[in-house]
Antibody, heavy 122, light 110 residues
C-alpha cells in the first residue's frame, strides 16, 4: 500500500534552516509528481511546493519562493523540502502528498503522509 | 494567490443532503477542470474525495458528488452520516501553475 512518512520537523529559531524528508513506499516513486502542503495550527491547508516526477520542473507558493527548495532523490524514494530563513508564520504541520497522475503534475493529491510539525519560535 | 472562498460551516441532519460551495476566479476554478475536494478529520491527513470537478477515487462513497458552474464549484453529500462530520477543503489548479485551497468548511452532522 502507498505510504508517505515525513520526518525532520522540530523547533527552530527565526532565520534558521530545516530540511524535511518524505520517505515513499508502495508505489514507483519515480513515476509520480510530489507536493508539500502545510497547515498552521487551527488553520486551513496551504500549498507550498511541487515537483515533477523526474525533478525537471518545480513550482512554489509566493509565500515561500526564494526561501524553500523542493528536491527529490528517486534512487532513495525520498522527497525533500529545504527551508531557509524561517519565520514565525512558517509554523505548521507539513504534509507531503502524491500527485494523482504520473509524469507531469495535475495538482490533484491522492495520497498524503501524516505530517511533521515545524515550530519557528524564538 | 488568494484562497478560494468557502462557507466557514454547514450542518445537516443524518440522511439529509448538504452542499458546500467553493468560489474562485477565471484564473483558477473557472478556467480549469482541476478542482478537487478533500475531507479532513481532526488530527488526520486530508483525504481526496473528488478530482476533475466530479470524479471520485476508488473507494469513495457515491454519496459524494461534485459539480462546477462558472467560477464556483460545489460538493454535495447526500444521505449524511455521522462519519461525514469533518472539515472539507476545495482546491484548484491556477494559471500561475500553483495550487490554491479554499479556507475550509466545517461540516457538523446534527
Amino acid at each position: 500500500q502507498v505510504q508517505l512518512v515525513e520526518s525532520g520537523g522540530g523547533v527552530v529559531q527565526p532565520g534558521r534552516s530545516l530540511r524535511l524528508s518524505c520517505a515513499a513506499s508502495g508505489f514507483t516513486f519515480s513515476n509520480f509528481g510530489m507536493h508539500w502542503v502545510r497547515q498552521a495550527p487551527g488553520k486551513g491547508l496551504e500549498w507550498v511546493a511541487a515537483m515533477w516526477s523526474d525533478g525537471s520542473n518545480n513550482y512554489y507558493a509566493v509565500s515561500v519562493k526564494g526561501r524553500f527548495t523542493i528536491s527529490r532523490d528517486n534512487s532513495k524514494n525520498t522527497l525533500y523540502l529545504q527551508m531557509n530563513s524561517l519565520r514565525a508564520e512558517d509554523t505548521a504541520v507539513y504534509f507531503c502528498a502524491r500527485d494523482r497522475r504520473g509524469g507531469d503534475l495535475k495538482f490533484q493529491l491522492d495520497y498524503w503522509g501524516q505530517g511533521t510539525l515545524v515550530t519557528v519560535y524564538s | 494567490q488568494s484562497a478560494l472562498t468557502q462557507p466557514a460551516s454547514v450542518s445537516g441532519s443524518p440522511g439529509q443532503s448538504i452542499t458546500i460551495s467553493c468560489t474562485g476566479t477565471s484564473g483558477d476554478v473557472g478556467g480549469y477542470n482541476y478542482v478537487s475536494w478533500y475531507q479532513q478529520h481532526p488530527g488526520k491527513a486530508p483525504k481526496l474525495m473528488i478530482y476533475y470537478v466530479s470524479d471520485r477515487p476508488s473507494g469513495v462513497s457515491n454519496r459524494f458528488s461534485g459539480s462546477k458552474s462558472g467560477n464556483t464549484a460545489s460538493l454535495t453529500i447526500s444521505g449524511l452520516q455521522a462519519e461525514d462530520e469533518a472539515d472539507y477543503y476545495c482546491s484548484s489548479y491556477t494559471s500561475s501553475t500553483t495550487l490554491v485551497f479554499g479556507g475550509g468548511t466545517k461540516l457538523t452532522v446534527l
